[in-house]
């Protein structure tokens, strides 16, 4: 039912209008990260905060997903969406063994990716650069898995698997 939810918040809040954009921020090093350094690659961008008890639950599938991706085909970034010391930051990243780079940001309520109204919101980024989805509330790795496949075969033009097709027609 989770995996149901997270879709259908996908396809619905963005209207499914991909729009070439970019974000450029310091990381924790302090070198600047931009999602161009990306293309070629999906793009998860996940605004969090270390208050936000479900930004904190999505943090190990978030780690596994990246890990599992990063050297092929997507990578995970941590927008820290709250105003706290890089010190801080770094211990909490390094405590909570957070793989994926994090970047610091100022919060505010529309990003150049689009608005934040809540944590967490995460924007998925088309290995284009162009932004496919956003989603409001907390993710999964397998649910960010079911995703990315079902959009890859879209833009391969492959039809749907008669298996899935039911549960993801229930999406649209």
Not at 72 to 86: I, P, S, T, Y
């Amino acid at each position: 039912m989770r995996f149901i939810v997270f879709l259908v918040g996908l396809l619905v809040s963005l209207g499914v209008v991909a729009e070439d954009v970019d974000l450029i921020l310091t990381d924790l090093d302090g070198k600047q990260r931009s999602l161009s350094e990306f293309r070629g690659k999906w793009v998860v961008v996940n605004f969090w905060a270390t208050w936000c008890p479900p930004c904190l639950d999505e943090i190990p599938d978030l780690v596994e997903f990246h890990d599992k991706h990063k050297d092929h085909d997507a990578v995970v970034l941590g927008v820290n969406f709250e105003e706290v010391n890089k010190e801080y930051l770094r211990d909490f990243v390094e405590t909570h063994f957070m793989t994926y780079p994090v970047l610091p940001m100022e919060p505010i309520p529309v990003t150049p990716l689009g608005p934040v109204m809540g944590l967490p919101t995460t924007y998925i980024i088309s290995p284009q650069g162009e932004r496919i989805a956003r989603q409001e509330g907390p993710i999964t790795g397998a649910a960010i898995e079911a995703f990315l496949e079902r959009k890859k075969r879209e833009m391969n033009g492959a039809s749907l698997n008669p298996a899935t097709q039911g549960r993801l027609a229930a999406a649209n």
